[in-house]
């Protein structure tokens, strides 16, 4: 699997948008790429995948370039609860395909 | 979403017994299920991949005899550590995916074990 980049932390005030960057140049092109989140002490939470175009849920929008080296997490309008550990990882679909977690953007929602 | 679940929450033991660690997925079957393990202010790392019906993939550098997995059924998957030592104390994750194409992992919400 692709290895992926992510800034270490960031802060983001309540109530505006959150963007987490995820570098993975080395991606291919069976590659999706996945965001989840750790809140402390709880296990990893899904938020969104994408293989080429933008997505968007009811959680986040999932901005991927269109040479699909880099992509972008948006949290519309962060609360504190949004504060967690975000996971951008790279894999093959597959059911047996494992998930490889790198290190990860700690993200602090300030009041 | 698709529910996994793990049990217990949280475990102390005492150092050189073993515990058991349940995965299961409540709302779908899963022919693999993964487990992890996570030290503080650490990221999650794979320890195995866990088959229904065959021997579990374990990672380089974990100790199958310790870290014993069985995969009995489509639902459930148990974790043993054997033989605890305090350096074991950790936070164990285990993951599954439904089986249809391109869909997401679902987590469950992890064991503390504690040996002392």
């Known amino acids: 699997d692709a290895k992926t980049t992510q800034p270490t932390s960031m802060d983001c005030a309540e109530g505006r948008a959150a963007n987490l960057p995820c570098n993975h140049s080395t991606i291919s092109g069976n590659e999706y790429v996945y965001w989840y989140r750790q809140i402390h002490s709880q296990g990893p939470q899904y938020i969104i995948h994408?293989?080429?175009n933008n997505e968007t849920n009811e959680m986040a929008s999932l901005i991927i370039t269109e040479d699909r080296k880099s992509s972008t997490l948006i949290l519309p309008h962060a609360t504190l609860r949004d504060t967690a550990v975000y996971y951008c990882i790279v894999r093959v679909a597959g059911v047996g395909n494992q998930f490889y977690f790198g290190t990860g953007t700690s993200l602090t929602v300030i009041p | 979403g698709a529910v996994v679940s793990q049990h217990p929450s949280w475990v102390i033991c005492k150092s050189g017994t073993s515990v058991k660690i349940e995965c299961r997925s409540l709302d779908f079957q899963a022919t693999t299920m993964f487990w992890y393990r996570q030290f503080p202010k650490q990221s999650l790392m794979l320890m195995a991949t866990?088959?229904?019906?065959?021997?579990?993939?374990?990672e380089q550098g974990v100790e199958k005899d310790k870290f014993l997995i069985n995969h009995a059924s489509l639902t459930l998957s148990t974790l043993t550590v054997t033989s605890a030592h305090p350096e074991d104390s950790s936070f164990y994750i285990c993951?599954?995916?439904?089986?249809?194409?391109?869909?997401?992992?679902?987590f469950g919400q992890g064991t503390r074990l504690t040996v002392v």
């Open positions: 993951s599954a995916r439904p089986p249809r194409a391109n869909t997401e992992a679902f």
């Open positions: 994408g293989l080429k």
């Open positions: 866990s088959n229904e019906g065959s021997k579990a993939t374990y």
